[in-house]
């Protein structure tokens, strides 16, 4: 069975500051990782995700996430945040078998202040 | 491609009383799920489609529940005899098959029990 931790509930950071979020996962067989983030009363945009290939992946509004193996974490950065970026923010993993669902982590509300 | 679509976005039933919620998932995508998300805490998996077969259920569907998919297109997730503990944002999401392929979420349908 898999589970995700998201260490943090809530992160609050202030406008251009740098951010990371936390995330860990178990899983006796590899994965595939995800980033989702929620605005609120809508669902849930994929931010990035770590397939296989290169550790580090990258979004197209700034964010980025490392994939370590090691340490089964995939924590999610951005150098500099803006207000628009507050969100809750969900850590998930699949395994590659074929249903394809997806275990969320419990969320982390990024909280950007002026 | 207009997206994961749900009906209807917001549900306010009495206990006891049958509530239906529709999907519509982005077309030509033949796996549909079903999660459902409480206040604070990230979606958990309900169930899973495969075109119109159901392949997997979760523990958390109770018989009160029941999800079809007749004619492998749109949805129905159903419960009856509703509690208070239902109370939740319901989460439909597809994509299609194929290893790695990114799950689309609709905006949700909230479930309010009084």
């Known amino acids: 069975a898999q589970s995700v931790t998201q260490l943090d509930s809530q992160v609050p950071v202030f406008e251009e500051a740098p951010v990371e979020l936390r995330c860990n996962y178990s899983s006796s067989v590899s994965v595939y990782l995800f980033w989702y983030v929620q605005y609120p009363n809508q669902g849930l945009q994929l931010l990035l995700k770590?397939?296989?290939?290169?550790?580090l992946v990258e979004s197209i509004n700034g964010f980025e996430a490392e994939f370590n193996k090691s340490q089964t974490s995939f924590h999610l950065r951005k150098p500099s945040v803006h207000i628009s970026d507050t969100a809750e923010y969900f850590c998930a993993v699949s395994d590659p078998s074929n249903t394809g669902k997806l275990i969320f982590g419990q969320g982390t509300t990024l909280q950007v202040k002026p | 491609d207009t997206g994961v679509s749900q009906d209807p976005r917001h549900k306010i039933t009495k206990r006891g009383q049958n509530v239906t919620f529709r999907c519509d998932p982005i077309?030509?995508?033949?796996?549909l799920y079903w999660y459902r998300q409480t206040l604070g805490q990230g979606p958990e998996f309900l169930t899973y489609f495969q075109n119109e077969a159901q392949l997997e259920k979760s523990r958390l569907l109770s018989d009160r529940f029941s999800a079809e998919r007749p004619k492998g297109s749109f949805s129905t997730l159903e419960i009856q005899r509703t509690e208070q503990g239902d109370s939740a944002m319901y989460l439909c999401?597809?994509?299609?098959?194929?290893?790695?392929?990114?799950?689309?979420f609709g905006e949700g349908s909230w479930l309010t029990v009084v």
């Open positions: 770590y397939l296989s290939g290169s550790t």
């Open positions: 999401a597809s994509r299609p098959t194929g290893t790695g392929n990114t799950i689309y």
């Open positions: 077309s030509e995508h033949n796996r």
